[in-house]
């Protein structure tokens, strides 16, 4: 969604004014492709790098739009959270050394915007979820001032009618109720896009369908948000819960997400892909700014085709189908969304050549791909690379086959192939395949994360452990070496982390509760099978009432048979923030006598801070 200044469709009348402008566009661009102005040589492609801003301590910033003023180039724009930017490369013909070319602009691009970020005191971290990110950084007081994500959550909201329900289930759990778009911004993304001739476009999408969930595996790099570790690449799954209006399917007969890989194969012309989608989802916003486009093609002018674009810009498919102007010219392109930020540019560049090398290599026999495989496979193999990555197995020609097989049996041969017959130079070719198949033999972006994670936990706890993840994907990210090279470090390694300590850098978060009705004797007994020395006490509507402590237990002797938690519990409780310095923390300890904090926000319980913690 480019346009910066949208509006809600509130009234009928400004709703009728919108469909006729959305349907003279479909009308308009039939009418394009039947009189043959769409460009169909020479082919171009092009990418969006979204960044995220942290601070000194590896935290999300929320200066975006200082930082934008800062670098002062109208390559960069803003993302949702302010504390995320993009950059919209050129368009680059696909020839010769493209790739490298490519290459050579974001990296000239993201230096640019670090230097800009450390004058404002930020670094630049590309990654596909920030792994600091907390609860706190999805409120809308993290989102951009711009009136199109306003209006944009504004209309969802008034959509859904309800919060957004996000339920990941990996290795740990995320269950998390939302009242907006805001976790749209917990999603970094490479997007990919590579020119399609309007005559074979369809069969195109088709290809790109098929190859996703391999390609999605091959450079998965997502697996922890808020602390828990889910699927090899979350995005697919928080992105695709996150905007969601389908709390309104009766009304609208909303039976896909917004945010979906498509029910189908498609058919027909790439006008019906468009067809489907209107037909699929309810407009929500509008530029109010209409062009009568029919009039521009009778012309001989070339319309920018707004409301079609407006539309499209509201439904988030996978692989989502594009119509652009360049040079005067009206072109169509696929754009590969489910490529994930980081951990290094040269491995998202590596990425965009294995998927533009596979969209150009399809071999002969896999033409009319609808014809030779169920899409229920497909779409089955882009769901399995999201939730295992480089560890799926997937349907390929009807054949049940390990996604490294896959990748390095077929898919890279196949890639390579396609870049040859495309005159892309021999140099870009090795490089960047040489890395695709590397990080295939050693491990992915996910994998490291997950390794590397698990290492640190033994030591740190679990916010300390993210923060130390964050900062080595900064410290080597601009490196020469490629994630299939990144070791399991050191947890003592000194990664230049500003040592200033908050409550939640120590507090334990994995701690037993108790009801304060609940039997004494059970409750002791728990304590001393656990070695447990402080016990939160919650009521029924799970709020914090008290503290059982080993203390307040041994007092009592044998006298528990009848005795429940609240007859002995401390009432009064002190507690702290998880925000506060742990210095504050343990002057509170020293001051008050007491070996525990509960933390808390409000009345909800967060954790507990105890002598031992410290």
């Known amino acids: 969604m480019g346009h910066l200044e949208v509006k809600y469709l509130k009234s009928p009348k400004e709703k009728a004014l919108y469909i006729h402008h ?77 790739f490298s070319k490519l290459f050579n602009q974001l990296n000239s691009l993201i230096k640019k915007a670090e230097e800009a970020a450390n004058k404002n005191n930020s670094k630049v971290i590309l990654t596909g979820i920030l792994p600091t990110l907390r609860l706190k950084h999805i409120k809308e007081d993290y989102m951009t001032d711009k009136p199109r994500y306003h209006v944009l959550n504004d209309s969802l909201k008034s959509s859904r009618r309800e919060n957004f329900h996000i339920h990941i289930k990996g290795v740990d759990e995320l269950n998390l109720v939302h009242d907006s778009v805001m976790l749209e911004a917990c999603n970094t993304s490479f997007q990919t896009h590579l020119q399609i001739n309007p005559e074979e476009f369809v069969a195109k999408y088709n290809w790109a369908q098929a190859i996703a969930g391999p390609v999605l595996a091959s450079c998965a790099n997502s697996p922890v948000l808020f602390g828990r570790e889910l699927w090899a690449e979350s995005r697919i799954a928080l992105f695709t819960q996150s905007i969601d209006t389908r709390t309104n399917s009766f009304i609208h007969n909303e039976k896909q997400s917004r945010v979906s890989f498509g029910a189908h194969w498609e058919e027909g012309t790439v006008t019906d892909i468009f067809k489907d989608h209107i037909s699929r989802f309810r407009s929500l916003l509008s530029t109010g700014d209409y062009e009568d486009s029919i009039e521009k093609v009778e012309r001989g002018d070339i319309p920018k085709l707004k409301s079609l674009q407006m539309h499209n810009g509201t439904v988030y498919k996978w692989n989502r189908v594009c119509y652009g102007v360049g040079g005067g010219k009206p072109h169509l392109r696929i754009e590969c969304r489910y490529i994930p930020a980081g951990p290094t540019l040269k491995d998202e560049i590596a990425n965009m050549v294995f998927w533009v090398g596979l969209m150009l290599g399809q071999p002969d026999d896999l033409k009319s791909i609808q014809n030779k495989m169920d899409f229920r496979d497909i779409k089955h193999n882009f769901f399995k690379a999201a939730r295992n990555g480089i560890e799926a197995q997937f349907i390929w020609r009807n054949t049940l086959v390990t996604a490294k097989e896959l990748l390095l049996n077929e898919f890279l041969p196949m890639a390579r192939q396609g870049l040859k017959n495309r005159g892309i130079s021999d140099k870009d070719i090795e490089e960047y395949l040489g890395i695709i198949e590397k990080r295939i033999q050693s491990h992915t972006g996910s994998q490291w994360i997950v390794s590397n994670f698990r290492n640190l936990q033994k030591t740190k706890t679990n916010f300390e452990a993210l ?16 994630i299939d090279s990144w070791p399991v470090f050191d947890p003592n390694a000194n990664l230049k982390i500003d040592e200033s300590r908050i409550v939640k850098h120590n507090m334990n978060t994995n701690i037993l509760l108790v009801d304060q009705n609940d039997s004494l004797e059970l409750v002791t007994n728990i304590m001393k099978w656990k070695n447990i020395h402080h016990l939160p006490v919650i009521n029924r509507k799970k709020q914090l009432t008290g503290l059982l402590t080993w203390t307040d237990v041994i007092k009592l002797s044998d006298k528990k048979l009848d005795l429940r938690v609240k007859d002995v519990m401390t009432n009064n409780l002190i507690t702290i923030s998880q925000e506060a310095p742990l210095e504050e923390a343990k002057e509170v300890m020293k001051k008050n006598k007491i070996n525990c904090l509960p933390v808390v926000k409000g009345s909800e319980l967060l954790g507990i801070l105890t002598t031992s913690d410290l």
């Open 22 to 98: 959305l349907i003279k566009d479909l009308e308009a661009l039939d009418l394009m492709l039947k009189r043959d102005m769409i460009e169909k040589n020479p082919i171009r492609i092009g990418a969006e790098q979204e960044f995220c801003l942290v601070t000194e301590r590896f935290f999300p910033n929320n200066n975006s739009v200082e930082v934008l003023s800062e670098i002062n180039d109208e390559h960069f724009t803003t993302e949702i959270g302010k504390y995320n930017l993009e950059i919209n490369s050129d368009p680059l013909l696909l020839e010769d050394d493209c």
């Open 467 to 482: 923060q130390n993840l964050t900062a080595y994907m900064y410290k080597h990210q601009f490196g020469p070496e490629t």
